[in-house]
């Protein structure tokens, strides 16, 4: 299929293959890089304020149980803290967009909340492996962009997505020798009819990156944002 110039270059948790992922550090360096979108991860604290970080603990504390003051006392390399959503958004707003990533409980309306005061509801996408996250997102705000994410290939991924109310279906095939050839032409048409979008996550290998993006993809992740800067 023709390729398509314009895919977002996303970097998966920031420039996590150079600094700390999910840092403020990671992001500006992912910017510094020429990312356009950065993907992080959400959690709650205690206060039900949006925190970004991948995993459910720290340390073997869960993070739902721990303050913003109690979670900013550690060191996550490099002498990063953890940032709350809204720095996060500090430190992008006005220079790349931002892919959330729902990973807590009960995230959806927190970060819809953030995402609306700031004024970034057209520079957001939201997305989650689980599909109720998403139709929940979807049900608050129709408008914010979502995405289903799935590391499977051997559903129906056209249903699946639309049961979340999604307008992309995010295909995590990092694991596998050669994602390019699971898109197909057949696929690409189908979910293309259904108006839904198409994403590639995370992807470090060059050559594989340069037969990605040779497909009408909406955009690409990678932990080093700089591969995805290709030459024309």
């Known amino acids: ?10 970097a998966h948790r920031g420039a996590s293959g150079y600094e700390p992922d999910n840092t403020i ?9 020429g990312a356009d979108m950065i993907e992080l991860d959400v959690h709650l604290s205690q ?15 869960p993070v739902r149980e721990l303050t913003v003051a109690q979670l900013k006392q550690f ?7 953890i ?27 927190p970060v819809i909340d953030l995402v609306s005061r700031n004024q970034m509801d057209d520079k957001v996408i939201i ?20 995405s289903v994410l799935t590391a499977k290939t051997d559903i129906d991924f056209v249903s699946w997505a639309k049961s979340a109310q999604a307008d992309m279906v995010h295909f ?11 898109l197909t032409d057949e696929l690409m048409k189908t979910c293309a009819k259904a108006e839904l979008q198409v994403m590639i996550w995370h992807e470090e290998r060059p050559e594989e990156i ?8 909406a955009g690409i992740a990678s932990n080093l944002p700089d591969l995805l800067i290709l030459d024309s």
């Open 1 to 10: 299929m023709k390729k398509k110039n314009n895919y977002l270059k996303i």
């Open 25 to 33: 550090r990671a992001f500006e360096r992912a910017i510094d890089l």
């Open 47 to 61: 206060e039900k304020v949006p925190i970004v970080i991948h995993d459910a603990t720290v340390e073997g504390d």
């Open 75 to 81: 060191d996550v390399g490099k002498g990063e803290q």
């Open 83 to 109: 940032p709350t959503l809204q720095q996060a958004i500090d430190c992008v707003k006005g220079r790349c967009q931002l892919y959330i990533e729902l990973k807590g409980e009960g995230t959806e309306q």
């Open 127 to 146: 997305g989650s492996f689980d599909v109720e996250k998403v139709r929940r997102s979807k049900e608050i705000a129709p408008h914010i962009l979502g």
């Open 172 to 182: 995590c095939w990092e694991r596998h020798p050669s994602p390019h050839t699971l």
């Open 210 to 217: 340069r037969k990605i993006v040779q497909y009408n993809i």
